[in-house]
Structure formats: structure tokens, C-alpha cells
């Protein structure tokens, strides 16, 4: 009797990742980091050159402060990834921290949860990042706050200067008027301004384009005027120093406005408009998490929790048809008398 044939060997699975098209598998590396897209070429033929065209690019160390496995020499990596993607391929989105403290910092606090060892990267490192974005065209770019740097970052040397722009998100950044004009005159297609824990230091934001525009407790050192007459969704959340004032806001249709204790009596600013300008010097507060909220209490030391110039701040905003306004029963009742009057 001739021996038994074995059975043939189960055929190998199929890969039915890579036979998605590049779209999805864009898609899917856009929840990777910049390092862990680049490590994807090894997987396989199809995935080789596939990094390269990516349109999300993250080099974000480290999220909810959990830090990121590092290559070496993330400075050069960075570099070198922005340079060897394709040139004709847009690049959509650039997530990005602010530079770390230097190691040699004193105040640098440390923590088992960091491994500092590849950060190698300096401010003039994100500012190249940044501008390589830009000329690639981006139309998100995220700059979010160092969780360990108690410096606030700042776009002086980053020309905001594009035609495809459509949403800003920045945090711990420190934004002057050269910046603030640029944001109104340079980017005619931002449509989304995100600011959370910023300083602000210039007069204006008028922006034909905006269609929503968030601050959340940023630091507003001299008075603000906001400008959009296409604005649709604002959002304030506890300015500090000083309050905005929003003008030409004929679309608005959704606002939300948080506002400290005293914020909208009379007598408030009378009390407080001589204040010493050396006041309005801030640093920014340390972050646990770049994607967290920040503790901002220390800027009581200043006046309490006092804003100047809140009095305009909801007439500005009279004729948006869905108002929320987060306050005590004090406050609501002044905002009802500023709309509808004491009758």
C-alpha cells in the first residue's frame, strides 16, 4: 500500500490590511506617529513607499502625558522624513509639541514618565517643521504645549503666511500682533482658530474666513477687539487680564461664554482700570499634559479672579440666536438686564 500524501499545507492568510487602497491605509496611519508610519515600509512591498505620501504627519513625543517611543535623534529623523516624502504629495495635517526644556534647565521638575533621552529637539527645530508644513501646503497644523516646559512658545519666526490654512490649533503659545495680523490678512482660508492657554499681545483678529473660533483661558495683556463676519460657533472660555470684545459678528449663531465671579458689574472696571501695566507681565503655567486642561490659578495673584472689560462682552454677542453663558445667578441676572433691559 503506497504511503499516505499529506495534506497540503493550509494556504497562507490573506494580507487584507494591504489590500486596502491607499486612501484607508492613509487613514490608518494618520493615528501613528511620524516614526511608526516610517517603520511601516518594512512590513512589506505594497506598504515600501507608502509613508512617503502620507498626508498626516505627527511628531507629537509624547499624548496624555504618556511618552512615545523615540527613534534617535528625533531632530534628524524629523528632517529627514519632511525631506523624503514625496513632493507632490500634499501634506494635509502637522501635529507638533513645543520644544522640551534644555537638559541642563534648573527648574526642569523630573518624572519616571518621561525618558528625555530622544528629544533632541530645539525650538528653531519646530519652527522649521512648522514653515516646511506651510510651503507643503498643509491645511491643519497643531502646535501643542511641552507638558514639562513652563516657557511659553511663539511664532515670531514663522511666517503665517498660506492660501491653504483652513484650521489652527495652538497651545501655551505666546501670539503678538505681528503674528495676530498675519492670522487676519495672510491666511484667507482659515476657517477653525483654536487658542488654549495663550497669550495674546496685540489690538485685533478680524478674519473674513473665520467660521469658529475658540479661546480657552488665555491671557489677553492688552485690549482685544475679534472681528468675523462669517463667524458661526465662538466659544470663551475664562479670559484672563482682559475680556475680548467681539464686533461685526452678524452670523454668529452659536456662542458660549465663561466668565469669573464680578465679571459684568459696573463698578468692576472703574475699580480695577488703573491697574499697573507691569501686571499684565505673565509667564505661562506649567502642564501635567499637553492635551489637558491647565491650572491657571496662579494668575490670581494678580487681582483675583478679575477680567477687565467684561461689560461688552455679551452685548457684543446680542444677536446670536443660541447664547450659553456659564456664571453665577448674579452675573445671569446682569446679562438679562444688558439684553432685554430692566424691564
Not at 490590511?17 to 494618520?30: E, F, G, T
Not at 499634559?289 to 454677542?317: H, M
Request: aromatic share 6%; with cysteine; net charge negative.
Amino acid at each position: 500500500m503506497p504511503p499516505r500524501k499529506k495534506p497540503k499545507a493550509e494556504a497562507v492568510s490573506l494580507d487584507r490590511l494591504s489590500a486596502l487602497p491607499d486612501d484607508l491605509l492613509h487613514k490608518v496611519m494618520s493615528f501613528l506617529r511620524a516614526w511608526e508610519v516610517a517603520r511601516t515600509c518594512v512590513l512589506s512591498r505594497r506598504w515600501r513607499g507608502l509613508w512617503a505620501s502620507a498626508p498626516c504627519v505627527d511628531l507629537r513625543v509624547c499624548c496624555k502625558a504618556r511618552h512615545r517611543r523615540l527613534p534617535t535623534r528625533l531632530a534628524s529623523f524629523a528632517n529627514h522624513f519632511l525631506l523624503l516624502r514625496e513632493a507632490s504629495a500634499p501634506l494635509d495635517a502637522l501635529r507638533v509639541l513645543s520644544s522640551p526644556p534644555r537638559q541642563d534647565a534648573p527648574h526642569m521638575p523630573y518624572s519616571p514618565r518621561y525618558d528625555d533621552d530622544g528629544e533632541d529637539y530645539s525650538s528653531e527645530d519646530v519652527e522649521m517643521w512648522i514653515r516646511a508644513a506651510i510651503n507643503r501646503r498643509a491645511r491643519f497644523i497643531q502646535l501643542s504645549h511641552h507638558p514639562r516646559d513652563d516657557d511659553l512658545s511663539d511664532l515670531d519666526n514663522v511666517p503665517l503666511v498660506s492660501c491653504h490654512l483652513k484650521h489652527l490649533h495652538l497651545s501655551g503659545t505666546m501670539l503678538y500682533d505681528k503674528t495676530l495680523r498675519q492670522l487676519s490678512s495672510q491666511c484667507p482660508s482659515l476657517q477653525v482658530l483654536e487658542l488654549k492657554d495663550c497669550s495674546l499681545d496685540g489690538p485685533h483678529i478680524s478674519s473674513a474666513s473665520l467660521i469658529t473660533f475658540t479661546m480657552v483661558e488665555c491671557r489677553i495683556i492688552r485690549d482685544l477687539t475679534v472681528a468675523a463676519p462669517n463667524l458661526i460657533s465662538l466659544r470663551c472660555v475664562n479670559p484672563y487680564h482682559h475680556a475680548p470684545s467681539f464686533q461685526d459678528m452678524a452670523s454668529l449663531a452659536t456662542a458660549t461664554i465663561m466668565l469669573n465671579d464680578s465679571f459684568l458689574h459696573d463698578e468692576f472696571e472703574e475699580r480695577y482700570a488703573e491697574l499697573d501695566p507691569e501686571v499684565f507681565e505673565c509667564d505661562s503655567d506649567s502642564n501635567d499634559d499637553s492635551d489637558a486642561d491647565s491650572d491657571l490659578s496662579t494668575s490670581d495673584e494678580f487681582y483675583g479672579d478679575k477680567v477687565l472689560g467684561g461689560q461688552n462682552v455679551i452685548r457684543s454677542l446680542s444677536n446670536a440666536t443660541s447664547l450659553e453663558l456659564i456664571a453665577d445667578a448674579e452675573e445671569v441676572h446682569s446679562v438679562i438686564i444688558l439684553l432685554f433691559g430692566p424691564n
